[in-house]
């Protein structure tokens, strides 16, 4: 069966590091987007991307990138971690020509930044 | 902010009763989502209805939207203990994106 997946699935680090998040999808999908949860603020959009090469900035794109070189895969890095990007983290992706199509969660990654 | 809002924040009843939660928003939409999300896990499409469409059927699941009033409701009905889990709802507002609600946590007790 198509899935999303992502790893790892928990994280601790610390400020300053580098940190990459992996999403994979089986869907062959071409949209995938990442976001982040948090109480209070509900899920915010970081990053996504329509298609290989594509990449686009969210609502909370600040210290965070992506790069897309397959269909599959859509890799989050936190270039400097902060404490500010203590989160749970969620990959998500959608097949239809339109951004408002239905949207594929993976578990989701929590993060935390010492 | 464009952000949805939900009301209620919390709703705690019994098995075998319904639960409506709501959902309001700010612009034009082309659609309106609904998703549960299980402690612990990712998000997971229930329905969704066009702005056209002004009621919606899923099994137990039923969906209203009134765009002249900009907000959408969610009943369940005959809830069981399986339905606990918090519920957003998501629309196309405002820029080539999803914008998700603040969510609804539902809690049925046995």
């Known amino acids: 069966d198509a899935e999303i997946t992502q790893s790892p699935r928990h994280k601790i680090t610390e400020t300053g590091r580098q940190v990459t998040l992996a999403c994979h999808q089986t869907w062959n999908h071409n949209n995938m987007f990442w976001y982040r949860q948090d109480l209070g603020h509900g899920l915010r959009l970081i990053h996504y991307s329509y298609g290989v090469q594509d990449t686009n900035k969210g609502e909370v794109s600040d210290g965070y990138s992506v790069s897309r070189s397959n269909t599959e895969d859509l890799p989050l890095t936190l270039e400097s971690a902060a404490s500010s990007q203590t989160s749970v983290y969620f990959c998500?992706?959608?097949?239809?020509?339109?951004?408002?199509?239905?949207?594929?969660f993976g578990p989701g990654t929590r993060l935390t930044v010492l | 902010s464009q952000q949805g809002e939900e009301d209620p924040q919390a709703l705690s009843i019994q098995e075998g009763e319904n639960a409506t939660m709501n959902c309001s928003y700010k612009t034009s939409i082309n659609n309106l989502q609904w998703y549960r999300q299980n402690s612990g896990r990712g998000l997971v499409h229930l329905i969704l209805i066009r702005s056209n469409e002004r009621e919606k059927h899923s099994g137990r699941l039923r969906v209203t939207l009134d765009t002249s009033k900009k907000s959408s409701s969610l009943l369940i009905t005959a809830s069981r203990a399986a339905d606990t889990a918090s519920y957003f709802c998501a629309f196309t507002g405002g820029g080539n994106k999803l914008t998700f609600g603040t969510g609804t946590q539902l809690k049925v007790e046995l």
């Open positions: 998500a992706s959608s097949g239809g020509a339109s951004y408002s199509d239905t949207q594929y």
